[in-house]
Protein backbone atom coordinates (compact mmCIF):
# COMPACT_ATOMS: atom_id res chain seq x y z
CA UNK A 1 0.00 0.00 0.00
CA UNK A 2 1.63 3.53 -1.18
CA UNK A 3 -0.93 6.17 -0.22
CA UNK A 4 0.09 10.04 -1.45
CA UNK A 5 -1.07 13.00 -0.05
CA UNK A 6 0.37 15.30 3.33
CA UNK A 7 0.25 13.36 6.16
CA UNK A 8 2.11 13.00 9.37
CA UNK A 9 3.44 9.23 9.02
CA UNK A 10 5.15 8.07 12.46
CA UNK A 11 7.15 11.32 13.04
CA UNK A 12 7.25 12.26 9.50
CA UNK A 13 5.05 15.52 7.30
CA UNK A 14 4.60 14.03 3.71
CA UNK A 15 4.56 16.38 0.80
CA UNK A 16 1.35 15.22 -2.15
CA UNK A 17 2.86 13.85 -5.14
CA UNK A 18 1.58 12.61 -8.11
CA UNK A 19 3.64 9.41 -8.34
CA UNK A 20 3.04 7.87 -5.04
CA UNK A 21 6.70 6.00 -4.89
CA UNK A 22 7.69 10.12 -4.32
CA UNK A 23 6.02 9.56 -1.03
CA UNK A 24 8.04 6.62 -0.35
CA UNK A 25 11.04 9.00 -1.42
CA UNK A 26 9.99 11.89 0.89
CA UNK A 27 9.88 9.44 4.12
CA UNK A 28 13.64 8.08 3.14
CA UNK A 29 15.02 11.38 2.68
CA UNK A 30 13.20 12.54 5.94
CA UNK A 31 16.06 13.19 8.77
CA UNK A 32 13.92 10.53 11.47
CA UNK A 33 14.02 7.73 8.74
CA UNK A 34 15.57 4.81 10.18
CA UNK A 35 16.02 2.41 7.53
CA UNK A 36 12.11 1.06 7.67
CA UNK A 37 11.92 0.91 3.86
CA UNK A 38 13.41 -2.80 3.23
CA UNK A 39 12.31 -2.93 -0.25
CA UNK A 40 10.74 -1.06 -3.28
CA UNK A 41 9.83 -2.20 -7.10
CA UNK A 42 7.66 -0.78 -9.81
CA UNK A 43 6.24 -3.51 -12.26
CA UNK A 44 4.75 -2.54 -15.77
CA UNK A 45 1.11 -2.91 -16.59
CA UNK A 46 0.48 -6.09 -18.35
CA UNK A 47 -1.92 -6.47 -21.15
CA UNK A 48 -4.51 -9.13 -21.42
CA UNK A 49 -4.06 -12.07 -23.28
CA UNK A 50 -6.89 -14.08 -24.13
CA UNK A 51 -8.27 -17.28 -26.59
CA UNK A 52 -11.42 -17.32 -28.03
CA UNK A 53 -14.58 -19.27 -26.37
CA UNK A 54 -14.70 -22.72 -27.00
CA UNK A 55 -16.63 -23.69 -29.34
CA UNK A 56 -18.18 -26.53 -28.11
CA UNK A 57 -19.11 -24.53 -24.84
CA UNK A 58 -23.20 -25.58 -24.11
CA UNK A 59 -25.16 -22.57 -25.88
CA UNK A 60 -27.09 -21.54 -23.01
CA UNK A 61 -23.40 -20.96 -20.98
CA UNK A 62 -21.98 -19.28 -23.73
CA UNK A 63 -25.09 -16.92 -24.59
CA UNK A 64 -25.12 -15.89 -20.82
CA UNK A 65 -20.89 -15.20 -21.05
CA UNK A 66 -21.95 -13.06 -23.96
CA UNK A 67 -24.57 -11.26 -22.16
CA UNK A 68 -21.79 -10.87 -19.25
CA UNK A 69 -19.48 -8.84 -22.32
CA UNK A 70 -17.21 -12.11 -21.49
CA UNK A 71 -16.48 -13.24 -25.25
CA UNK A 72 -12.84 -14.61 -24.81
CA UNK A 73 -11.32 -15.86 -21.67
CA UNK A 74 -8.00 -15.11 -20.52
CA UNK A 75 -5.31 -17.52 -21.79
CA UNK A 76 -4.76 -19.11 -17.91
CA UNK A 77 -8.98 -19.77 -17.51
CA UNK A 78 -8.97 -21.52 -20.81
CA UNK A 79 -6.02 -23.34 -19.76
CA UNK A 80 -7.80 -24.58 -16.15
CA UNK A 81 -11.36 -25.23 -18.40
CA UNK A 82 -8.69 -27.87 -20.63
CA UNK A 83 -7.21 -29.49 -17.68
CA UNK A 84 -10.34 -30.30 -16.12
CA UNK A 85 -12.43 -31.17 -18.77
CA UNK A 86 -9.86 -33.97 -19.06
CA UNK A 87 -9.98 -34.91 -15.84
CA UNK A 88 -6.86 -33.29 -14.75
CA UNK A 89 -6.82 -32.50 -10.59
CA UNK A 90 -6.24 -28.63 -11.23
CA UNK A 91 -4.97 -25.49 -9.02
CA UNK A 92 -5.01 -22.17 -10.25
CA UNK A 93 -2.68 -19.63 -8.50
CA UNK A 94 -2.98 -16.27 -10.24
CA UNK A 95 -3.71 -12.73 -8.53
CA UNK A 96 -6.59 -11.10 -7.84
CA UNK A 97 -9.25 -10.45 -9.99
CA UNK A 98 -7.80 -12.31 -12.10
CA UNK A 99 -11.12 -13.92 -12.91
CA UNK A 100 -9.99 -17.34 -11.28
CA UNK A 101 -13.86 -18.33 -9.97
CA UNK A 102 -14.21 -18.63 -13.73
CA UNK A 103 -11.76 -21.32 -13.64
CA UNK A 104 -13.85 -23.71 -11.94
CA UNK A 105 -17.40 -23.05 -12.56
CA UNK A 106 -17.23 -22.75 -16.13
CA UNK A 107 -16.20 -26.29 -16.04
CA UNK A 108 -18.82 -27.44 -13.34
CA UNK A 109 -21.29 -25.58 -14.94
CA UNK A 110 -20.92 -27.63 -18.28
CA UNK A 111 -21.28 -30.64 -16.25
CA UNK A 112 -24.18 -30.02 -14.09
CA UNK A 113 -25.39 -28.29 -17.90
CA UNK A 114 -25.36 -32.07 -19.36
CA UNK A 115 -28.73 -33.99 -18.61
CA UNK A 116 -28.11 -37.40 -19.20
CA UNK A 117 -25.12 -37.26 -17.12
CA UNK A 118 -26.66 -36.03 -13.66
CA UNK A 119 -23.64 -34.72 -12.22
CA UNK A 120 -22.98 -33.04 -9.20
CA UNK A 121 -20.61 -30.57 -7.38
CA UNK A 122 -19.42 -29.63 -4.42
CA UNK A 123 -17.70 -26.19 -3.30
CA UNK A 124 -16.24 -25.22 -0.11
CA UNK A 125 -14.26 -22.48 0.92
CA UNK A 126 -13.15 -21.76 4.54
CA UNK A 127 -15.85 -18.83 5.35
CA UNK A 128 -19.64 -19.09 5.01
CA UNK A 129 -19.40 -15.56 3.71
CA UNK A 130 -17.34 -16.70 1.04
CA UNK A 131 -19.43 -19.63 0.04
CA UNK A 132 -22.60 -17.05 0.05
CA UNK A 133 -20.88 -14.84 -2.15
CA UNK A 134 -20.37 -16.87 -4.49
CA UNK A 135 -23.76 -18.37 -4.48
CA UNK A 136 -24.95 -14.84 -5.71
CA UNK A 137 -22.74 -15.45 -8.44
CA UNK A 138 -24.28 -18.49 -9.59
CA UNK A 139 -27.17 -17.85 -9.37
CA UNK A 140 -26.61 -14.41 -11.33
CA UNK A 141 -25.84 -16.71 -14.45
CA UNK A 142 -29.63 -17.74 -14.50
CA UNK A 143 -28.91 -21.20 -15.50
CA UNK A 144 -32.13 -23.03 -15.32
CA UNK A 145 -29.85 -27.02 -15.33
CA UNK A 146 -27.99 -25.49 -12.56
CA UNK A 147 -29.67 -26.16 -8.82
CA UNK A 148 -26.98 -24.21 -6.13
CA UNK A 149 -28.04 -23.92 -2.41
CA UNK A 150 -25.30 -23.13 0.68
CA UNK A 151 -25.31 -26.10 3.55
CA UNK A 152 -24.00 -23.78 6.80
CA UNK A 153 -24.82 -23.83 10.33
CA UNK A 154 -27.06 -20.94 9.19
CA UNK A 155 -29.55 -23.76 6.79
CA UNK A 156 -32.53 -24.50 8.54
CA UNK A 157 -33.14 -27.71 9.31
CA UNK A 158 -36.38 -28.13 7.50
CA UNK A 159 -34.41 -27.16 4.05
CA UNK A 160 -31.41 -29.43 4.68
CA UNK A 161 -33.48 -32.88 3.66
CA UNK A 162 -34.33 -30.69 0.39
CA UNK A 163 -31.16 -29.62 -0.42
CA UNK A 164 -29.73 -33.08 -0.40
CA UNK A 165 -32.41 -34.23 -2.77
CA UNK A 166 -32.65 -31.45 -5.26
CA UNK A 167 -29.32 -29.43 -5.09
CA UNK A 168 -26.47 -30.78 -7.61
CA UNK A 169 -24.53 -27.71 -6.58
CA UNK A 170 -23.70 -27.19 -3.02
CA UNK A 171 -21.64 -24.91 -1.12
CA UNK A 172 -19.98 -25.25 2.01
CA UNK A 173 -17.48 -25.00 4.43
CA UNK A 174 -14.58 -27.41 5.91
CA UNK A 175 -16.43 -27.76 8.93
CA UNK A 176 -19.69 -28.38 7.77
CA UNK A 177 -18.22 -31.02 5.33
CA UNK A 178 -16.68 -32.78 8.29
CA UNK A 179 -20.07 -32.35 10.65
CA UNK A 180 -22.55 -32.59 8.92
CA UNK A 181 -22.23 -34.03 5.42
CA UNK A 182 -19.76 -36.73 5.21
CA UNK A 183 -21.19 -38.26 9.30
CA UNK A 184 -24.32 -38.88 7.20
CA UNK A 185 -23.13 -39.97 3.94
CA UNK A 186 -26.19 -42.35 3.35
CA UNK A 187 -28.32 -39.90 3.07
CA UNK A 188 -25.99 -37.88 0.73
CA UNK A 189 -25.13 -41.18 -1.02
CA UNK A 190 -27.01 -40.06 -4.23
CA UNK A 191 -24.79 -36.92 -4.74
CA UNK A 192 -21.97 -38.13 -3.87
CA UNK A 193 -22.90 -40.82 -6.23
CA UNK A 194 -22.40 -38.67 -8.85
CA UNK A 195 -20.24 -36.19 -7.96
CA UNK A 196 -17.73 -34.65 -10.77
CA UNK A 197 -16.24 -31.85 -9.54
CA UNK A 198 -15.30 -30.69 -5.91
CA UNK A 199 -14.02 -26.95 -5.94
CA UNK A 200 -11.84 -25.81 -2.93
CA UNK A 201 -11.34 -22.29 -2.97
CA UNK A 202 -8.93 -20.16 -1.34
CA UNK A 203 -6.70 -22.78 -0.97
CA UNK A 204 -3.83 -21.03 0.28
CA UNK A 205 -5.42 -20.24 3.82
CA UNK A 206 -5.55 -24.27 4.42
CA UNK A 207 -2.35 -24.60 6.18
CA UNK A 208 -1.23 -25.33 9.67
CA UNK A 209 -3.06 -26.98 12.08
CA UNK A 210 -6.27 -26.26 10.22
CA UNK A 211 -4.86 -27.18 6.83
CA UNK A 212 -3.66 -30.58 8.08
CA UNK A 213 -7.64 -31.36 9.53
CA UNK A 214 -8.69 -30.31 5.92
CA UNK A 215 -6.91 -32.39 4.19
CA UNK A 216 -8.00 -35.44 6.15
CA UNK A 217 -11.39 -34.51 5.81
CA UNK A 218 -10.93 -34.39 1.60
CA UNK A 219 -9.36 -37.91 1.94
CA UNK A 220 -12.50 -39.10 3.77
CA UNK A 221 -14.92 -37.46 1.10
CA UNK A 222 -12.24 -39.08 -1.83
CA UNK A 223 -12.92 -42.61 -0.04
CA UNK A 224 -17.08 -42.60 0.09
CA UNK A 225 -17.39 -41.23 -3.33
CA UNK A 226 -15.09 -44.05 -4.41
CA UNK A 227 -17.69 -46.28 -2.01
CA UNK A 228 -20.58 -44.69 -4.18
CA UNK A 229 -19.22 -44.50 -7.87
CA UNK A 230 -17.48 -41.30 -8.04
CA UNK A 231 -14.37 -40.05 -9.27
CA UNK A 232 -14.44 -36.38 -8.77
CA UNK A 233 -11.56 -33.59 -10.21
CA UNK A 234 -10.60 -31.59 -8.11
CA UNK A 235 -10.63 -27.81 -9.18
CA UNK A 236 -8.53 -25.18 -6.83
CA UNK A 237 -8.38 -21.78 -6.57
CA UNK A 238 -5.27 -19.82 -4.43
CA UNK A 239 -3.67 -16.89 -4.35
CA UNK A 240 -0.34 -16.72 -5.76
CA UNK A 241 1.97 -19.07 -4.10
CA UNK A 242 5.74 -20.22 -4.90
CA UNK A 243 4.56 -24.01 -4.58
CA UNK A 244 0.90 -24.09 -5.57
CA UNK A 245 0.91 -27.51 -7.15
CA UNK A 246 2.49 -29.06 -3.67
CA UNK A 247 0.30 -27.43 -1.38
CA UNK A 248 -2.39 -28.20 -3.69
CA UNK A 249 -1.36 -32.43 -4.32
CA UNK A 250 -1.09 -32.07 -0.36
CA UNK A 251 -4.51 -31.35 0.72
CA UNK A 252 -5.90 -33.41 -1.38
CA UNK A 253 -3.33 -36.45 -1.46
CA UNK A 254 -3.53 -36.77 -5.40
CA UNK A 255 -1.53 -35.28 -8.10
CA UNK A 256 -1.93 -31.78 -9.24
CA UNK A 257 -1.04 -29.93 -11.69
CA UNK A 258 -0.65 -25.60 -11.80
CA UNK A 259 -1.98 -23.08 -13.67
CA UNK A 260 0.46 -19.86 -12.87
CA UNK A 261 0.32 -17.87 -16.03
CA UNK A 262 -2.26 -15.03 -15.44
CA UNK A 263 -3.29 -13.77 -18.65
CA UNK A 264 -5.34 -11.45 -17.23
CA UNK A 265 -4.79 -7.20 -17.64
CA UNK A 266 -2.99 -5.08 -15.18
CA UNK A 267 -2.16 -1.80 -14.87
CA UNK A 268 1.56 -0.55 -13.34
CA UNK A 269 2.13 -1.60 -9.68
CA UNK A 270 4.58 -0.14 -7.30
CA UNK A 271 5.12 -1.52 -3.56
CA UNK A 272 7.03 -1.12 -0.87
CA UNK A 273 7.89 -3.53 2.34
CA UNK A 274 8.13 -0.82 5.16
CA UNK A 275 9.34 -2.28 8.81
CA UNK A 276 8.43 -0.51 12.02
CA UNK A 277 11.67 0.80 13.45
CA UNK A 278 13.31 -0.47 16.26
CA UNK A 279 12.42 0.98 19.52
CA UNK A 280 14.80 -0.62 21.60
CA UNK A 281 18.10 -2.10 19.91
CA UNK A 282 18.44 -4.28 23.20
CA UNK A 283 15.78 -6.24 23.00
CA UNK A 284 15.00 -6.03 19.43
CA UNK A 285 11.71 -4.84 20.14
CA UNK A 286 10.11 -2.64 17.26
CA UNK A 287 6.77 -0.09 16.95
CA UNK A 288 3.61 -1.62 16.72
CA UNK A 289 2.71 -2.82 13.18
CA UNK A 290 -0.59 -1.84 13.90
CA UNK A 291 -0.19 1.25 14.60
CA UNK A 292 2.44 1.74 11.65
CA UNK A 293 -0.28 0.76 9.56
CA UNK A 294 -2.92 3.01 11.27
CA UNK A 295 -0.28 5.89 10.05
CA UNK A 296 -0.26 4.63 6.44
CA UNK A 297 -3.75 4.48 6.40
CA UNK A 298 -4.26 8.00 7.94
CA UNK A 299 -1.89 8.83 5.18
CA UNK A 300 -3.67 7.76 2.76
CA UNK A 301 -7.26 9.57 4.08
CA UNK A 302 -5.66 12.58 4.07
CA UNK A 303 -4.08 12.63 0.35
CA UNK A 304 -7.93 11.53 -1.18
CA UNK A 305 -6.60 8.30 -1.78
CA UNK A 306 -8.76 5.37 -1.44
CA UNK A 307 -6.79 2.98 0.63
CA UNK A 308 -7.28 -0.73 1.96
CA UNK A 309 -5.59 -1.97 4.87
CA UNK A 310 -5.53 -6.03 5.84
CA UNK A 311 -5.40 -7.51 9.04
CA UNK A 312 -4.68 -10.55 10.68
CA UNK A 313 -7.93 -10.49 12.54
CA UNK A 314 -11.31 -8.71 13.36
CA UNK A 315 -9.78 -7.22 16.51
CA UNK A 316 -6.68 -6.37 14.80
CA UNK A 317 -8.61 -4.31 12.14
CA UNK A 318 -10.89 -2.50 14.99
CA UNK A 319 -7.56 -0.96 15.90
CA UNK A 320 -5.87 -0.06 13.24
CA UNK A 321 -9.36 1.64 12.49
CA UNK A 322 -9.15 3.54 16.04
CA UNK A 323 -5.85 4.45 15.74
CA UNK A 324 -5.93 6.12 11.94
CA UNK A 325 -8.96 8.13 13.06
CA UNK A 326 -7.72 9.32 15.89
CA UNK A 327 -4.92 10.48 13.66
CA UNK A 328 -7.08 11.88 11.22
CA UNK A 329 -9.05 13.69 13.66
CA UNK A 330 -6.30 15.56 15.17
CA UNK A 331 -5.00 16.89 11.02
CA UNK A 332 -7.84 17.47 9.28
CA UNK A 333 -11.45 16.86 11.20
CA UNK A 334 -13.06 17.53 8.37
CA UNK A 335 -11.92 14.09 6.90
CA UNK A 336 -13.28 12.23 9.87
Known amino acids: MIPAGRSPVGPYHVLVRSDPVDLVDDLTSDPGYRGQLVHLERLPARPARTVSLPEDLPPLLRSRLEAR ?4 L ?3 QAAALALTRDGTHTVVATGTASGKSLCYLLPVFEALLERSRRATALYFAPTKALAQDQLRTVRSFALAGVKAATYDGDTPTGERARIRRTANLVLTNPDMLHQAILPNHERWAPFIGRL ?4 VDEAHTLRGVFGAHVAVVLRRLRRLARRYGADPTFVLASATLGNPAELAGRLVGLPVEAVTGDGSPRG ?3 FALWE ?3 LDETSAQRRSSLIESADWLAAGVEGGVRTLCFTRSRRAAELVATYARRRVVEVDRSLF
Open 69 to 72: GIGE
Open 74 to 76: WTH
Open 196 to 199: AYVV
Open 268 to 270: PLS
Open 276 to 278: PPL
